[in-house]
């Protein structure tokens, strides 16, 4: 009685092992990197009234959310973008008194063909005198997808 009650422990134990590393295999299906570009010398304009993380395709789009920052000198041209074969994932946020800063972590594409833009958002220091409006606009090549998925990390 006391050696079945231990083979069905022991039967169980390894049930849950098997289930868990399973689960554990097809969560950390391996990702595929997309290589991107953070643009640069752009700001958002002031009359857009939603802010948040967006997939834009077309320069329309574009340009109802953002404007050219351009400047004379070294890197003052604006990251050029091509449309017909590029696509952007913004992250915008509503003004703030603030420095706050958006970094794109990394950009990949998995099996079910979702895009995943990993990206980090800091917040520093006190009150500033002015406000501005973060944001990060990622370039990346078109690529098929079914769904774009955006994850703020720490």
Same mark, same amino acid.
């Given at each position: 009685?006391?050696q %079945?009650?231990?083979?069905?422990?022991?039967?169980?134990?390894?049930?849950?092992?098997?289930?868990?590393?399973?689960?554990?295999?097809?969560?950390?299906?391996?990702?595929?990197?997309?290589?991107?570009?953070?643009?640069?010398?752009?700001?958002?304009?002031?009359?857009?009234?939603?802010?948040?993380?967006?997939?834009?395709?077309?320069?329309?789009?574009?340009?109802?959310?953002?404007?050219?920052?351009?400047?004379?000198?070294?890197?003052?041209?604006? %990251?050029?973008?091509?449309?017909?074969?590029?696509?952007?994932?913004?992250?915008?946020?509503?003004?703030?008194n603030?420095?706050?800063?958006?970094?794109?972590?990394?950009?990949?594409?998995?099996?079910?063909? %979702?895009?995943?833009?990993?990206?980090?958002?800091?917040?520093?220091?006190?009150?500033?005198?002015?406000?501005? %409006?973060?944001?990060?606009?990622?370039?990346?090549?078109?690529?098929?997808?079914?769904?774009?998925?955006f994850?703020?990390?720490?």
């Amino acid at each position: 009685m006391k050696q %079945t009650r231990i083979t069905l422990i022991l039967l169980a134990l390894l049930a849950l092992l098997a289930v868990v590393s399973c689960r554990s295999a097809k969560e950390s299906a391996p990702a595929n990197p997309i290589s991107y570009t953070v643009a640069q010398n752009y700001f958002v304009r002031n009359d857009v009234q939603h802010f948040g993380e967006m997939q834009i395709s077309t320069q329309e789009q574009f340009d109802s959310t953002f404007g050219i920052a351009a400047y004379m000198g070294r890197g003052g041209q604006p %990251t050029p973008i091509d449309f017909s074969r590029q696509m952007v994932l913004a992250v915008t946020c509503e003004p703030v008194n603030r420095h706050v800063s958006l970094e794109a972590v990394s950009l990949s594409a998995s099996a079910d063909g %979702t895009l995943t833009l990993v990206y980090r958002k800091k917040v520093g220091g006190g009150p500033l005198s002015y406000t501005s %409006t973060p944001c990060l606009v990622v370039v990346a090549d078109k690529v098929p997808h079914t769904a774009v998925r955006f994850k703020q990390v720490d």
